[in-house]
Structure formats: structure tokens, C-alpha cells
């Protein structure tokens, strides 16, 4: 799953595109009520390989249904795990992790 993960967060930074949680579990195929748990096990993996790359944290694509266009408390939480979340505005750091991930991925 992680390398289909990898791989649909690419393209979505090459478009400059996010989506949520539940859009991402279903384009991934994951199965079961549990789907979107193992969505977010699988993005927090990611985002431990992207902070120890000093990479801007592809997790940052996932929107919260309810979460105004940010990702969830979840994300927030783990970026600041890993000494990346500092600021006190969440928009600017996503917008910011965002705005990285789409220059880097035009790159390619």
C-alpha cells in the first residue's frame, strides 16, 4: 500500500491537487471500516521518511472532511513529534508544505 500511496501523492502534487482522507482510501482501494486508520498508519510512515530527508511532509495533501481544507489534528500532531510543526498558524505551515511539495514535483 505505501507504494501506491507514494505514488498517487506524486501525481497529486504534479497537479497541484489535495483530497481528503476518505478520497484517498478509496482511490487506494483500502478496504473495511478500518480504512481510513490505516490511511493515516501509512501517512505518518510517510511523513518519518520525509522528515528524515528534509522533505516537505506529503501528508500535507490530505484534507480533513470537516478540517476547512487542512489535514487532521493527526497530521499536526505528528509534524510537531518530528520538530517540523512550530508555527502557530496551521494554514501558513500547510500552505507552505503544500507550495514546497508542488515546486518540488513540478521539478520531476
Known sequence: MIEALEARLAKLAALQ????????ARDLAIPGPGAIGKLTAALEVLMDEDAARGLPLRAAL???RMANGLPAQGFFDKAQALG?????DPQNFVSTERDRLF???AEN
Not at 17 to 24: H, M, R
Open 103 to 105: 515546486a518540488l514535483y
Open 62 to 64: 490530505c484534507a480533513g
Open 84 to 88: 517540523r510543526f512550530t508555527d502557530t
Open 17 to 24: 491537487q489535495t483530497t481528503t482522507y476518505g478520497a484517498l
